[in-house]
């Protein structure tokens, strides 16, 4: 029983809650967050504190960029202000993580648009909960010539490209797709980065 009991007081209160906040992330399980929490605790000075203070900052300053949708600690966005990228281009993501993927190596010259999910009947997710209607808004301002829709490669994602590519058709915008290289039921941010940069050099238009 002593043993058990010592079992259960390894870990303070403090230390099991942020080992079960890291299990809930992405890729990490409990082992994994285990060994974070370890080499947190190991590395204090190194880590530990430059960790708190990085989520601290980008918690008080998180934005949602009120022009594409990317999330960025300014508003607009980091990747709307740059002046080096081309602001007749228009890359069309379902996601945050899309934008990111594409973005990591500078594969789309040009600027970008988040729709913040896609159309999912089983899901109840409908064209009014996606910002369809400013992406529209966008467009109808002129400067963009060229619409890129790089929709994940599933039913819903294709499903996505379709619905908007009609709404953008009287726009008088070139709207392409990525080439169906990738993968059917990949998603962009699990693709490497040559791969991305295939399916958007080999672009084509909407059928």
């Not at 409990?30 to 060994?35: C, G, L, Q, V």
């Not at 880590?47 to 594409?68: G, H, M």
């Not at 080999?202 to 238009?205: F, G, S």
């Given at each position: 029983m002593a043993v058990a009991g010592h079992n259960a007081a390894m870990a303070s209160p403090e230390i099991d809650a942020l080992t079960q906040a890291l299990a809930r992330l992405p890729g990490?399980?409990?082992?994994?967050?285990?060994?974070a929490v370890l080499h947190l605790i190991k590395k204090r000075e190194m880590?530990?504190?430059?960790?708190?203070?990085?989520?601290?900052?980008?918690?008080?300053?998180?934005?949602?960029?009120?022009?594409?949708?990317?999330?960025?600690t300014r508003d607009p966005c980091g990747v709307c202000t740059d002046p080096r990228r081309d602001p007749t281009t228009l890359c069309v993501v379902e996601e945050v993580a899309d934008?990111?993927?594409l973005d990591r190596a500078r594969l789309f010259p040009g600027r970008y648009h988040v729709l913040g999910g896609r159309l999912s009947a089983l899901d109840g997710v409908r064209p009014e909960d996606l910002a369809i209607a400013a992406l529209l808004v966008r467009v109808a301002d002129g400067?963009?010539?060229?619409?890129?829709?790089?929709m994940n490669a599933t039913l819903e994602g294709q499903t996505t490209m379709h619905y908007v590519a009609e709404r953008l058709a009287s726009s008088g915008v070139r709207v392409m797709q990525l080439a169906h290289g990738l993968p059917v039921g990949g998603e962009l941010d699990y693709l490497d980065e040559g791969t991305l940069a295939l399916a958007l050099r080999?672009?084509?238009?909407v059928e």
């Open positions: 990490l399980g409990p082992r994994s967050a285990r060994r880590a530990l504190a430059p960790l708190i203070a990085a989520l601290q900052a980008v918690e008080r300053n998180l934005v949602t960029c009120s022009t594409c949708g990317n999330v960025d934008l990111w993927a400067a963009i010539s060229e619409v890129v829709l790089a080999a672009r084509r238009v």
